[in-house]
């Protein structure tokens, strides 16, 4: 997977996302963090093969069991991430598949193409439950709200569309950026999302609370379009180059990864930049932080992948990349601190580095 760094090339596009919003609760960063060793003396190396072509995109589930695809070969596979067996393969997109996402839960399954297209598929019979149109040109990144009542789409037509769910019926565009929408991420209580672009901001949306309904039974009903809110709360500025990859942490901060080298940490209520995190040495791909809220892990095109302190911005330890293929992805696995790696065109590599255990930590945002 590999991209020329430049604003605005439509010849070399590749752009890997993992989809994990989390959730926003307070605004001030109070942390209490303890030492550890990150000794990351184990690693667990596997090769997934099953497309035909280069590979764009991967999610992985919650739990990190199941792995979902999509390539340039218009398919969608769902592996399962634990024995590196491929399940299926979802057929349906009429050209590349640049963009997939989980819903919590794993129930259902978005992918989106350069057909314009978004496919909403239930993954316990692999059923395409709504074909989601709208966008004049190819869909680059896709997310699902914390809750799965909303999905929200990037464009090369330079809007974010959010959609409903439950009917797929189309509830706002989102047309502030002035160009490619790479990148977005829902808060864990779907009260802000966060949408990068190669205009080089971010942008942080309020999304009405009137946009979130559900009945007795928890289940999320029908939204009215005319009644969900996604007003522009801010626009981030400091990076230099596109932003490719967001993620919230689980106790509300914002993360942007940008072909600049750089990553930034921002405060999404009131748009303050808290750090600059400065090590990489080509594009940054991929950025996900801990269950913890405490790391911040990143994948970038020099091939490596950089643990950080969220506490105060520093780099605690790089992990190379031990083929020739940069990583794409980068996320915290389900055990402590575990980092799993993506790399690799149509057979790509699935490494996972474990790390000694160490004692809790807690970070709040206040």
Not at 75 to 100: C, E, K, P, Y
Not at 281 to 303: C, G, K, P, R, Y
Not at 313 to 340: M, N, W
Request: hydrophobic share 35%; with cysteine.
């Amino acid at each position: 997977m590999s991209l020329t760094p430049g604003k605005s090339s439509t010849k070399d596009r590749r752009s890997v996302s993992n989809n994990r919003p989390a959730c926003s609760k307070t605004d001030k960063p109070v942390l209490h963090l303890s030492t550890s060793k990150w000794d990351y003396s184990k690693m667990n190396t596997k090769t997934c093969s099953g497309h035909r072509d280069e590979v764009n995109c991967v999610a992985f589930s919650e739990d990190f069991e199941m792995m979902v695809t999509g390539s340039d070969d218009s398919l969608v596979r769902i592996f399962n991430a634990v024995t590196n067996r491929l399940l299926t393969s979802l057929v349906g997109h009429g050209g590349a598949v640049r963009a997939v996402a989980i819903s919590c839960g794993s129930r259902l399954i978005a992918s989106g193409s350069e057909d314009k297209s978004i496919r909403i598929w239930q993954t316990r019979n692999t059923e395409c439950l709504f074909i989601l149109q709208g966008h004049l040109k190819s869909v680059e990144c896709l997310s699902f709200s914390k809750d799965s009542s909303l999905i929200c789409s990037g464009s090369w037509d330079r809007t974010a569309v959010l959609w409903s769910v439950k009917d797929g019926t189309k509830l706002k565009v989102l047309s502030e950026h002035e160009d490619l929408v790479q990148s977005s991420a829902f808060s864990f209580n779907t009260k802000y999302l966060a949408t990068g672009s190669w205009d080089y901001t971010v942008i942080v949306w309020k999304i009405s609370s009137t946009a979130i309904l559900q009945n007795l039974n928890g289940e999320t009903e029908s939204v009215d379009s005319e009644a969900i809110g996604a007003d522009k709360l801010h626009v981030l500025r400091g990076h230099s180059g596109n932003i490719h990859a967001v993620a919230f942490s689980a106790e509300g901060m914002l993360a942007s990864g940008s072909w600049d080298r750089t990553i930034r940490l921002w405060n999404p209520r009131n748009g303050a930049c808290l750090f600059t995190l400065v090590g990489h040495t080509a594009w940054v791909q991929s950025v996900s932080f801990s269950f913890d809220s405490l790391f911040l892990i990143s994948a970038s095109e020099d091939d490596s992948v950089r643990v950080w302190n969220c506490t105060n911005g520093e780099c605690i330890k790089q992990l190379k990349q031990t083929g020739t293929d940069s990583v794409a992805v980068c996320a915290f696995g389900p055990g402590t601190h575990e980092v799993i790696m993506v790399s690799g065109p149509a057979a790509f590599t699935l490494t996972c580095y474990n790390k000694t255990k160490s004692k809790k930590q807690r970070l709040a945002l206040e």
